[in-house]
Nanobody
Framework: QVELVECGGGSVQAGGSLRLSCAAA???????????MAWFRQAPGKEREAVAA???????TYEDPVTGRATVSKGNAKNSLVLEMNNLKPEDTAMYIC??????????????WGRGTQVTVSS
């Protein structure tokens, strides 16, 4: 059973920064080197959207709304993920949700999801 736990959310003023962390537990050693992880977010009344991702080989991708303001990286712990964002805007307010999946042969498998951590940006 894979479980993901996020932390680091809170209330921030516009222009500020945040650092979110996520840890995935429950993968077997055979999965080492094949875990992809990503951050999504969901604002009230809106659909869940991707924010940033890191592939098993370390390749990172960012969605347009956060490009230039976000950095996603692997954490120090195994199967962990960090998201750092600066110049936060009120429209960044959302529940930030971590996802992890097995990635083999260029295919991103089914996501496991965390429960999310709330980020609120005030103007």
């Amino acid at each position: 059973q894979v479980e993901l736990v996020e932390c680091g959310g809170g209330s921030v003023q516009a222009g500020g920064s945040l650092r979110l962390s996520c840890a995935a537990a429950g993968y077997s050693e055979s999965s080492d080197g094949h875990i992809c992880m990503a951050w999504f977010r969901q604002a009230p009344g809106k659909e869940r959207e991707a924010v940033a991702a890191i592939a098993a080989d370390g390749t990172t991708t960012y969605e347009d709304p956060v490009t230039g303001r976000a950095t996603v990286s692997k954490g120090n712990a195994k199967n962990s993920l960090v998201l750092e964002m600066n110049n936060l805007k009120p429209e960044d307010t959302a529940m930030y949700i971590c996802a992890a999946a097995l990635c083999r042969g260029g295919h991103w498998g089914d996501n496991y999801w965390g429960r999310g951590t709330q980020v609120t940006v005030s103007s």
